[in-house]
């Protein structure tokens, strides 16, 4: 068997992401690891753990060059070249099967360096003479000033977001690319700002290298950022929150409550793609909501309240609707909201259908407690599916008002109020129940006082 850090080191995206895999190494962050040998070649099979636990494979000939790898993570469909999780699995099966005596040839110079082997130590050279203090002040304000040149045009590079709404009922979370020509996976959002704010020049790739300021991004681009700027620290406490042991992953946004009615305010009608399927696409529209709520009556008269896409509402101080159609492999996803009113007085009714798994029971003894003070509250504002019609026989009658006036003096005006409901007719003034008076009659009514 054969491998070495050369290998290694060549066959990996970029510098950057090798010292991550040898992070991750060092860090113990591969949880298993095996070895399968052919006769022209062998295997090694790992488990790396990062966000979540990932399956490393990767095939190396008889001479330890790499011919194929293979890794669950998101960067090995995105990058050419090794991901950290295949560099640290590499790097435990180096380390191991060297300390075995199982790996061919002498261990390099360049693995005692990064594991600490014991090797002969040549005498040390003597000491050379360094620049001193002032020489090195004058050298770096020569050297910032000569790196003012950006190495993209102005308004060039593009930052791109990408909306999960998987698990929308929780929320939503964006994710982001950068780029020029080609488009790079933005792994930190926090470092990203901070790169800004530093006015940093920072490497992405070989097709990716400049000076992280606002005038380098397109408009659109520094309109996001500066979105990004005002909420990322909001955001990241509301992600805490939502995942309870972490701020969540940090090449994710997940919009608080007020981030998010801004977001929706600054992109409405803007269509956004999915990063992980690139033909689900994501709109935000200003349409209100159709929310149905069906009804099923039990055989002992209990009235159950379904909601079929409960997992698709995301209940805040502003409710917000995911609509998905899917036609011919294309997924259309279309997120309305109500207005500030209208969220708060269906709001209970949500969150109590949500908590439930999208249904709700009232015992037939319930019904009319229902039917008097939620349905009048909701009915104008979510569609209730009553398919047997029974709920309007618990419904109180519907008002009709009547207002009688007279003017039997000159200076007098008389009037009578009365409130129609059924059969029954009642007198707002005196509070009893009385009769509709004839049409052709005047007004029974007592005499107001002049200027009353």
Known sequence: ?????????????????????????????????????????????????????????????????????????????????????????????YTALSQQ?????????GFAKQFGYLMPKAPAPPAKTRSDSMAKSLLAAFLAKDEVQNDVLPGSVSLRPYINVSGFSSGISLTFTIGTDRQYVVKNVGELLMNIDNNSRISYGKGLTFRHSMEAFDEDS????????????ECRMAARSRYTYSSGSDRELYLSQDALEEFFTLFKDRTFTSYNNHNERTVFSEARPELVIDTEYKEDGALILKLK????????????????????????????????????????????????????????????????????EIKNIITINDRKDNLKNYLPEEMTAHLYLDAPENSLITGRALAEYGQDILDLL???????????????????????
């Open 222 to 233: 520094r309109r996001l950022l500066t979105f990004m700027k005002k909420w990322f620290y």
């Open 101 to 109: 005596g199982k790996l061919e040839g002498a261990i390099d110079s």
């Open 430 to 452: 005196s509070g009893d129940y009385v009769s509709l008076p004839d049409e052709n009659s005047a007004p029974a009514a007592a005499p107001a006082k002049p200027g009353t």
């Open 309 to 376: 896409n409960y997992r698709d509402i995301y209940v805040g101080r502003t409710i917000y609707v995911l609509q998905i159609t899917d036609e011919n492999k294309n997924i259309n996803n279309t997120i309305s909201r109500y207005d500030s009113e209208s969220s708060l007085i269906i709001s209970p009714l949500l969150k109590a259908l949500i908590m439930n798994k999208g249904s709700l029971t009232f015992a037939e003894e319930d019904i009319p407690a229902f039917c008097m003070t939620v349905l009048p």
């Open 1 to 93: 068997m054969k491998l070495s850090l050369k290998n290694i080191e060549s066959k990996t995206y970029n510098p950057t992401v090798y010292t991550r895999g040898l992070r991750y190494f060092k860090g113990n962050h591969v949880v298993s690891a095996k070895y399968k040998e052919n006769e022209d070649s062998w295997r090694l099979e790992a488990s790396v753990r990062g966000e979540r636990t990932y399956g490393v494979s990767v095939l190396i000939d008889a001479d330890g060059n790499i011919k194929d790898y293979h890794c669950q993570c998101a960067a090995y469909a995105t990058f050419d070249g090794l991901c950290k999780h295949c560099v640290a699995a590499l790097l435990y099966a």
